[in-house]
């Protein structure tokens, strides 16, 4: 199946792996190979004495046609290869202009915004002032009941307000480039 080339992930996807095939590159064979060859051809040479030794030119000729064949074998890779990185360039760079014409949107349609209002401000008051008449024998059981002591409530409630503490930042990290993130336990 041929996906359009209209397609980013496509060339992208094209561009690094050709997925799920690969690109095939060709590689002259291993210097061990090639002398082990070469050393066979001397050998029938020398086996064969009525036939001129050409041994040394076959080997040369072997490894020019290898190399220009298996050259022009990654040529044709690399080739395609920049097609496809090309495509996604292009896709990138067209993006990038997307998002910098939406920034522009964005920015304009921020300050052409109506001016803010200041602020109110708004204060929570969670003390309840509960009126208990502590001269009652069943306010005085139910209190009893609910703290399992014996309290002696002030007849006047003060209210206070509780302000909440300044959290405290967290714990800087030390992160080794290439290595994974593990935060590291707080110690106060």
Known sequence: VRISGMNPIYNLIKAYSDFPKGYDYS????TNDLDLYHQQLKKFYTQNPDLPDTSEQEVEEYILNEMIRNTDENQKNNKRKTKFKYNC???LINSFIVIFISLLLFCLNYSLKSPKRDPIEVK???SIAIPLNLDSKENRNFIQKILKDSIVMPKQVKTTTITPRKPTPPV????KEGKDPKPKKATR
């Open 124 to 126: 929570i008051d969670n």
């Open 89 to 91: 360039e292009k896709y």
């Open 172 to 175: 800087s990290q030390t992160i």
């Open 27 to 30: 590689l002259l064979a291993d």
